[in-house]
């Protein structure tokens, strides 16, 4: 026994890299049973985020049974997890979990839309598991898509705005969950930013306001504190499209 990890796909491209460097490693069957329960989705979703995350260049699912709806559900997480064929990132990005017994999670960035990101997360547990992030520093609209229990189709659970190095996500027993993330795009939930009230803005009250220009901001509009706020040009004038200083240690950009 090795006491250990036996790192196994790593193990063979070594020994590939040794032999005929600049081939690529392909699995030409795999499987892992439960394609009735849960549990099948979640080891199909690991296998796609290792295969990812270790550079696999072609792997071959090879079916069992004539039905597999919990296998196709771990597919959907990286290949239409919002019914629109939303996919991950074409870019794989090393993550590292504290205790991947419990969780893990596989990053990705889209090089086509660079503000994009996308996660899938895992709870391999049988309790609830708050998660936190570090090591990527992104903020934005985020995107909750999931498949749990008897689920097989990945369900819409949300959108909120996330600080991924501050972020705590929920993940529940036996799931997988995959979001999506819009870089420097905001959502009407950011918790720091400025409220709007009725008056000429334009924009519904207690919405927040995502970007500020010249015109936005009024004698009413307020911080999350409750206190008015003023709006002044940095540097001189502020042309259209210029960063803008919000007195009350709120700083945006349009």
């Known amino acids: 026994a090795l006491g250990g990890p036996i790192h196994i796909l790593n193990r063979l491209q070594t020994k590939i890299d040794a032999t005929w460097p600049g081939t690529k490693l392909a699995i030409s069957e795999y499987g892992n049973g439960g394609d009735n329960h849960i549990a099948g989705a979640i080891a199909e979703a690991d296998n796609l985020g290792i295969f990812g995350a270790q550079g696999v260049f072609q792997a071959s699912f090879w079916p069992t049974s004539p039905s597999y709806p919990f296998i196709l559900a771990g597919f959907k997480m990286y290949r239409d997890f919002d019914g629109n064929l939303g996919s991950f990132g074409d870019i794989s990005l090393s993550s590292v979990s504290s205790d991947p017994s419990l969780v893990s999670t596989y990053v990705s960035h889209d090089s086509q839309r660079t503000n994009r990101y996308v996660l899938v997360a895992i709870n391999r547990s049988i309790t609830v598991q708050d998660v936190a992030f570090k090591g990527l ?3 934005g609209a985020a995107r909750l898509y999931r498949v749990e229990g008897t689920q097989t189709t990945p369900v819409f659970v949300g959108e909120t705005f996330a600080r991924l190095n501050t972020w705590v996500v929920t993940l529940p027993a036996l799931s997988v969950t995959t979001i999506e993330i819009l870089d420097g795009q905001a959502t009407g939930s ?6 709007a009230v009725e008056d000429a803005l334009r924009r519904p009250q207690n919405t927040r ?12 509009d307020s911080s999350p504190a409750g206190l008015p706020l003023s709006i002044a040009g940095v ?3 502020t042309p259209p499209g210029a960063t803008v200083e919000i007195i009350g240690n709120f700083v945006v950009s349009t």
């Open 209 to 220: 306001i995502a970007k500020v220009r010249l015109t936005d901001l009024l004698a009413n």
């Open 190 to 195: 950011d918790p720091t930013a400025p409220l």
């Open 235 to 237: 540097g001189g004038a």
């Open 137 to 139: 520093g992104i903020s």
